[in-house]
């Protein structure tokens, strides 16, 4: 067993560390208090790799691991979570690019997505179904030389801007995925959504209306794709998973800067025991969800059936994180209700994390089933 | 032992009931509680206009003697706020009628409860507390804005923070450092009352994490007072802001409300159906909903256990401490279990997308502000350890 990094993982660590620093905090306020996305931010991002960590480099990925992903949205997180949700989504359309288009189609779209010049969406979520998504009613229909594709996504990230869009879809009555352009006639978006949490990223409904694709934009050949839509969600559980570490980072020190500068009876709020006991939880609970987040990223890279583990982490990190922030929260006192703290924007970011790629209950389903009997 | 109310008390309590049923009516689109009341001109002018019709049939001097207007009894009082909490109405100045008055009738002199009463009673002076400061909160005897007399006049100077309404109300009621020299720092503190239009006076909003507008602070800049204007004595205003551990603490104004948003929650899940199936029919919901309305039943029965001590006089402090963290906690427990089962549409700002007219993703961020407000949770844990348990006091 080794917990250490490797040196160019640490190396990497640092380098996000600093580019979150110095190039994402100034648009934090951008994103949360407008809730717009900062476009100018993509070329940089590309040029930092971070759209394209584990991909073969002949696609315009950095060749890199999921441990490095996991570190690199951590460090993003931290600063802006709403930016690591973005990059996020990039990841996880380029991953199904990876492992189900043509040879053709990988080399036409994945560099594009690495290199920032393209945005992806991801669809499954329907107004009727969420966390089910066998129950999916978006349909695909065969016609002469192309697919005819009609329904309506929900909570789709990047999609008020996406370029190409992965969507799920019910053809001959079984789950296929297909890929289309957002700028083909048929496709459109709702306004956007105005949210708790993760402001900046914009979601919105994309809209299908008899929405002609070719036939080779049917990915990975008809149905059988409920496995594809497991795997994909189980990329997204563990960047989730990695932006909450990032999320709780910022929340304990922001907590213990305002515990050793707020004065109460004479003396920084630090010294008091009540103080103590919630930076001491915070902490722990921190450290333990960080090392089940890297875990599971090494598992992933090990090429294992992570299934079960990224449901573990997803489960534990996604509700520790929202816990944490709440007692950075009350560290902060009346003080951590204001704008003038970050506090509050972690806060509300970390609430989203528990409901995305599948609820807390769908994930204690999941452990539920592969649990040794 | 009697749980049960008299048969005047149910009248009243129905009377109540039908008045604010009536006035829920005419609430503005979106109005959510306190923050809609402070935040737009039309929940400021709703809340103007509840009481204004609380205040003609006598419903905002319950309790006070009848030579100032006074109407009916503290358990009166209870009921109202039930009915109140129950449709979330305004129209009850949590500053004047909740806190001054009763302050006025217990301390002041006869000439400022007969300047100051008739207004709050007829539901036309809106008033806000201006005690907390930078550094002074939990803490508040380490306040610092000081007042300097200067012939019948004070000359006050300073900031003061987290004074909700202060943007819309029309006086001020402050604490002040008139000695600064004095032995301890709970000493030398005075209560004083003031036009917030008085020259020298500015206040800044200081945003919500939802930007919601109740939160301002306050600058006092060579503020002049008359002398006259103080309830107790100079100097003796710390005695003064501890009879408000006297007053209406029940909080069953707040149990009904959440009893009403359970309800309401209860009714979501019955009409929404995911798989087929209505949420209500989920044993992790039903669950956590039965396991919800079991604890707001015990703060309901809590509840009315501190207000019949109360009007016999026989309440102690700690008593209401315990139910004020039991009211906070459960605020925040209906709030996440809200949060939970809409899901995504539950962090939606209110849309087309957002079910309960968006309640959740406003109340997820606002369940804090109990937590905080009134002493914070830990405050009163401390007030409950050491009077209640006579543990001793540490740090």
């Known amino acids: 067993m080794d917990f250490n990094l490797t040196e160019q993982q640490e190396m990497f660590q640092k380098e996000v560390r600093k580019f979150a620093e110095a190039e994402i905090t100034p648009l934090v306020d951008i994103m949360d208090k407008q809730n717009n996305f900062p476009h100018e931010i993509r070329p940089k991002l590309a040029a930092m790799n971070l759209y394209g960590i584990p991909f073969d480099p002949k696609y315009g990925g950095a060749g890199s691991d999921h441990v490095s992903l996991v570190l690199a949205l951590e460090e993003i997180a931290k600063v802006a979570a709403s930016m690591a949700i973005h990059i996020q989504l990039q990841q996880v359309v380029n991953d199904r690019f990876n492992k189900l288009a043509t040879e053709e189609q990988k080399m036409e779209w994945m560099p594009q997505i690495c290199e920032g010049k393209k945005v992806g969406c991801f669809g499954f979520t329907e107004p009727d179904t969420g966390s089910n998504p066998k129950m999916i009613k978006t349909v695909a229909v065969e016609e002469d030389d192309c697919y005819v594709i009609n329904g309506t996504k929900r909570f789709i990230t990047n999609a008020p801007f996406a370029d190409v869009m992965c969507i799920f879809a019910k053809l001959e009555g079984d789950i296929s995925l297909f890929f289309a352009e957002t700028d083909r006639p048929g496709f459109s978006t709702s306004a956007k959504m105005d949210k708790l949490g993760l402001r900046g990223t914009d979601l919105s409904d994309t809209i299908f209306e008899d929405l002609r694709v070719p036939k080779d934009h049917l990915m990975g050949g008809k149905g059988g794709k409920f496995d594809a839509l497991k795997d994909a969600m189980t990329i997204g559980k563990l960047c989730l998973s990695a932006q909450c570490v990032g999320l709780m980072q910022a929340s304990l020190e922001e907590a213990i800067k305002y515990a050793m500068t707020r004065m109460h009876f004479d003396e920084p709020i630090f010294e008091l025991q009540a103080i103590h006991w919630l930076l001491a939880e915070m902490a722990s609970r921190l450290e333990a969800s960080r090392w089940l987040t890297y875990r599971a990223a090494f598992l992933k890279d090990q090429g294992m059936d992570t299934i079960k583990d990224m449901a573990i982490t997803k489960l534990f990190v996604t509700s520790t994180a929202v816990d944490v922030c709440r007692w950075g929260m009350q560290v902060h006192g009346a003080y951590g209700i204001s704008k003038e703290y970050k506090i509050e924007r972690l806060f509300r970011d970390a609430k989203m994390y528990e409901l995305l790629e599948g609820t807390s209950e769908i994930q204690r389903e999941l452990i539920v089933k592969r649990l040794p009997r | ?395």
């Open chain 2, 1 to 395: 032992m009697d749980f049960k109310l008299t048969d005047e008390h149910m009248k009243l309590r129905k009377e109540f009931f039908n008045v604010c049923a009536e006035l829920e009516k005419q609430k503005p689109s979106g109005f959510s509680g306190l923050e809609s009341v402070y935040d737009t001109d039309e929940g400021w002018d709703y809340h103007l206009h509840c009481a204004k019709e609380f205040a003609k049939r006598g419903w905002l001097a319950h309790g006070w003697p009848p030579e100032y207007g006074g109407h009916g009894t503290i358990m009166d009082k209870v009921l109202f706020s039930e009915a109140r909490g129950h449709y979330d109405l305004p129209g009850v100045d949590i500053f004047g009628v909740e806190m001054l008055a009763p302050t006025l009738l217990a301390m002041a002199s006869e000439e400022i409860k007969k300047e100051f009463l008739p207004g709050i009673a007829a539901g036309e002076t809106m008033w806000c507390e201006l005690w907390s400061e930078p550094n002074a909160g939990s803490d508040l005897a380490s306040l610092t804005a000081g007042a300097v007399r200067k012939g019948d006049e004070y000359v006050i100077n300073g900031q003061k923070i987290w004074s909700t309404g202060a943007h819309r109300a029309h006086w001020a009621f402050a604490l002040v450092r008139t000695n600064p020299q004095a032995e301890r720092k709970q000493q030398g503190i005075t209560f004083v009352l003031f036009d917030m239009k008085t020259p020298g006076v500015t206040v800044n909003p200081l945003f919500f994490m939802d930007r919601g507008h109740l939160y301002n602070e306050v600058f006092l800049d060579d503020v002049h007072v008359p002398v006259t204007n103080i309830v107790g004595e100079e100097n003796n205003g710390w005695a003064v802001t501890q009879i408000l551990a006297g007053f209406e603490r029940s909080n069953v104004g707040t149990i009904a409300w959440l009893r009403r948003q359970l309800s309401d929650l209860v009714e979501y899940c019955n009409e929404t159906k995911v798989k087929g199936s209505p949420l209500s029919r989920d044993p992790l919901i039903r669950n956590r909903i039965a396991e919800l309305a079991c604890s707001i039943e015990a703060a309901r029965t809590l509840s009315y256990k501190i207000a019949d001590a109360q009007s016999k006089n026989e309440m102690s402090a700690f008593e209401a401490s315990g139910v004020k963290v039991f009211a906070a906690e459960l605020q925040a427990r209906v709030a996440c279990l809200g949060a939970d089962i809409l899901g995504p549409y539950g962090q939606v700002k209110r849309s087309q997308w957002s079910p309960l007219d968006g309640f959740y993703e406003r109340w997820y961020q606002q369940f804090f502000v109990l937590w905080m407000a009134m002493g914070t949770n830990e405050i009163q844990r401390n007030i409950i350890a050491w009077y209640g348990l006579g543990l001793p006091r540490m740090k």
